[in-house]
T-cell receptor, first 117, second 113 residues
Framework: GAVVSQHPSRVICKSGTSVKIECRSL??????MFWYRQFPKQSLMLMATSNEGSKATYEQGVEKDKFLINHASLTLSTLTVTSAHPEDSSFYICSARGSGGADDTQYFGPGTRLTVL | GNSVTQMEGPVTLSEEAFLTINCTYTATGYPSLFWYVQYPGEGLQLLLK?????DKGSNKGFEATYRKETTSFHLEKGSVQVSDSAVYFCALTLSGSARQLTFGSGTQLTVLP
C-alpha cells in the first residue's frame, strides 16, 4: 500500500515551454501533497504544500507564478513549470500524506527529471 | 526552529560491516522521526519511523531508536550488503496542520563487495 506515482519520469524540453508533472496517490486518498526540488548530491528542498481543493502554500523564494500547483482531487496534484529555463532543470519529487488518522508519514513518488535545453 | 543534523558522508564500508549513521534533531515539540532511503535516480522510500520516545523503528535489518534524552535517532545495521548502497535521509515532522518534513542533508553510503 501507500504508492505514489509520478509522470513523466523524465522530460526534456526547449527553453520557454511549459511542462506539467503529475503526482498520483494510487491506493490512498491524500488530502495533502508536497512538491520538492532536489539538486545533485543535495537534500530535498520543499517548494510548496498543496491541500486538496485549496490554493497551495509556497515556501519563501519559490515563485508561485512560475511553479503552478493544482490539487483538484484527493489522488492527483500537478506541478506546471511555466516558461521553463535551463536553471529550472532539476529533479522534482512529490509526496503525499493520507487523510485518515494521525499518521505523519509522507510517501514519495519516484521523481521527475526535468532537463531544459 | 526545527532542524536535523546528519553525519557527514560519504561513508564507504565493506560488505558485512556494521553501519551507524548518526542523526540528531532540534524541535520545538514532540516530533515523529523518519529514515528515508534514496537509490540512484529514484525518489525516496520510507525505511523506518518512530513516533514517540523510546520507540524503535526497524525494517530490512535497519534499526533506529528514538532517544529523547539525547535528541537522536541513529540508524544502524549489523551487516550491510552491496544493495544497501544509497543516500539515507533522516527527517522529522511535528504534529499540526502542515506536518511538513524537515530533512537532514543526507548521507551517501557505498558498500563494497
Amino acid at each position: 500500500g501507500a504508492v505514489v506515482s509520478q509522470h513523466p519520469s523524465r522530460v526534456i524540453c526547449k527553453s520557454g515551454t511549459s511542462v506539467k508533472i503529475e503526482c498520483r496517490s494510487l491506493d490512498f486518498q491524500a488530502t495533502t501533497m508536497f512538491w520538492y526540488r532536489q539538486f545533485p548530491k543535495q537534500s530535498l528542498m520543499l517548494m510548496a504544500t498543496s491541500n486538496e481543493g485549496s490554493k497551495a502554500t509556497y515556501e519563501q523564494g519559490v515563485e508561485k507564478d512560475k511553479f503552478l500547483i493544482n490539487h483538484a482531487s484527493l489522488t492527483l496534484s500537478t506541478l506546471t513549470v511555466t516558461s521553463a529555463h535551463p536553471e529550472d532543470s532539476s529533479f522534482y519529487i512529490c509526496s503525499a500524506r493520507g487523510s485518515g488518522g494521525a499518521d505523519d508519514t509522507q510517501y514519495f513518488g519516484p521523481g521527475t527529471r526535468l532537463t531544459v535545453l | 526552529g526545527n532542524s536535523v543534523t546528519q553525519m557527514e558522508g560519504p561513508v564507504t564500508l565493506s560488505e558485512e560491516a556494521f553501519l551507524t549513521i548518526n542523526c540528531t534533531y532540534t524541535a520545538t515539540g514532540y516530533p515523529s522521526l523518519f529514515w528515508y532511503v534514496q537509490y540512484p535516480g529514484e525518489g525516496l522510500q520510507l525505511l523506518l519511523k518512530a513516533t514517540k520516545a523510546d520507540d524503535k523503528g526497524s525494517n530490512k535489518g535497519f534499526e533506529a531508536t528514538y532517544r529523547k534524552e539525547t535528541t537522536s535517532f541513529h540508524l544502524e545495521k549489523g551487516s550491510v550488503q552491496v544493495s544497501d548502497s544509497a543516500v539515507y535521509f533522516c527527517a522529522l515532522t511535528l504534529s499540526g496542520s502542515a506536518r511538513q518534513l524537515t530533512f537532514g542533508s543526507g548521507t551517501q553510503l557505498t558498500v563494497l563487495p
